[in-house]
């Protein structure tokens, strides 16, 4: 346990989902480290820093699990250690916004990028070299995703919703994007609409999507499949559905043709929401 003159350090078992569990005394890992001139140069400033686990075992479903550091739970201490089997997502070793951090650790999450890490890398470790190769959505992004499921509380069942509009059709990036984020907000326990709106309906169409994918996501198809699958919403705007030609026919099955008012009943309730 702490004592005098060390400072917390945590391992991958300190970690139970997307939080931090410390300290631990049913592991013999120890839960804090001693403070000296030879030690001071492994210690980050305490803040939220989103980390994964270096290592998996073949037996996981997962090779990328991310968590979120939390702050509160240190008490007193002003810096801590991180054991080297985490790798950590940090700005220039200091912490991340709390929304950032969190919204990197749910995007991370997702099973598009798992299983696009598992295509690259065929064995069960994950370096700081691998994660910095992949790309990423924007700061701006991960941040609305954070705060789209920062501190959602059991009782407030309206905050648990986001609804995603995507603008853009399977000729750019973001309509990928948005169907990554919104998948990864199931992941995270939101129920997830996606609103198709201009451009954005054209992804619906059946076999649109099919020959679409934007690297390191999955295919534009595989994504459409997974989010309906997990039980998404995916809305498709009437005039815009209209104005193409497209009938209920011509969509992928389960997609519902309808108006804005949908999208705004959940937002008057409280839902978060992304655009992309």
């Known amino acids: 346990m702490p004592e005098p003159g060390t400072v917390p350090l945590v391992y991958p078992v300190h970690f139970n989902g997307q939080n931090t569990v410390w300290p631990r005394t049913d592991v013999k890992k120890p839960n804090a480290i001693l403070r000296n001139v030879e030690t001071e140069k492994w210690f980050f400033p305490i803040g939220f820093y989103c980390v994964v686990r270096r290592f998996s075992s073949k037996e996981e479903k997962r090779r990328i699990m991310a968590s979120v550091v939390q702050p509160d739970i240190f008490a007193d201490a002003e810096v801590l250690g991180f054991e080297n089997h985490l790798n950590v997502f940090h700005q220039r070793k200091h912490g991340l916004p709390e929304a950032l951090a969190r919204g990197l650790a749910m995007f991370l999450n997702t099973t598009a990028v798992d299983e696009y890490f598992r295509r690259f890398n065929g064995h069960t470790q994950v370096n700081a070299t691998d994660l910095k190769l992949m790309k990423y959505p924007s700061r701006e992004v991960l941040i609305a995703l954070g705060k789209a499921a920062k501190g959602i509380p059991d009782d407030q069942e309206n905050t648990r919703n986001l609804v995603v509009v995507i603008t853009h059709g399977i000729d750019h990036e973001l309509s990928s994007a948005g169907l990554t984020i919104a998948c990864g907000g199931i992941t995270a326990g939101l129920k997830v609409s996606i609103f198709l709106t201009s451009s954005g309906v054209d992804i619906a169409r059946k076999r649109a999507a099919d020959m679409t994918q934007v690297k390191p996501l999955d295919p534009l198809s ?28 011509d969509l992928v099955e389960g ?21 992309f």
């Open 222 to 249: 595989d994504l459409i499949r997974d989010f309906m699958a997990r039980g998404g919403n995916l809305w498709a705007c009437t005039p815009c559905v209209k104005s193409r030609g497209y009938t209920e026919q």
């Open 255 to 275: 997609v519902v043709i309808t108006g804005a008012s949908k999208m705004h009943e959940l937002i008057k309730a409280g839902a978060a929401t992304l655009s």
